[in-house]
């Protein structure tokens, strides 16, 4: 599971996402084209949720997420089969980041 979760954090480090508010449980993410997203469990899945490009299944078979905000990056802890857990690390920019380095 471990491998597997940073592969899928990577694959979002990978498509051009901009962080856009970080809660507790979940992130929403945009591009600079498209409509934004969120990072979340659904139904025991850790998925990528859009409200026009449906749902992406990035992991099965997860209890909880747990996302502490540093900043730069974010800490993500999912918790899978009632007491195991699998953490990784998600370097973003933050979307007003990004409108002031274009600025």
Same mark, same amino acid.
């Given at each position: 599971?471990q ?6 954090l990577?694959q979002? $480090?990978?498509q051009?996402y ?10 929403q993410?945009?591009k ?5 997203v969120?990072?979340k469990?659904?139904?025991?899945d850790?998925?990528?949720? $859009?409200a026009?490009?449906?749902r992406?299944?990035?992991l099965h078979?997860?209890d909880?997420?747990?996302?502490d ?12 089969? $009632? ?12 979307t ?5 380095e274009?600025?």
């Open positions: 599971m491998i597997d979760f940073q592969a899928a990577t979002l $480090g990978r051009n901009q962080l856009d508010q970080v809660q507790v449980r979940e992130i993410l945009k600079t084209i498209g409509d934004p969120t990072l469990i659904a139904k025991h850790l998925v990528l949720d $859009g026009h490009h449906g992406v299944l990035l078979g997860i909880d997420l747990r996302i905000n540093f900043g730069t990056y974010q800490l993500l802890t999912v918790f899978y089969r $009632g007491h195991e857990k699998a953490s990784g690390t998600l370097f973003l920019p933050n007003k980041q990004a409108i002031v274009k600025g």
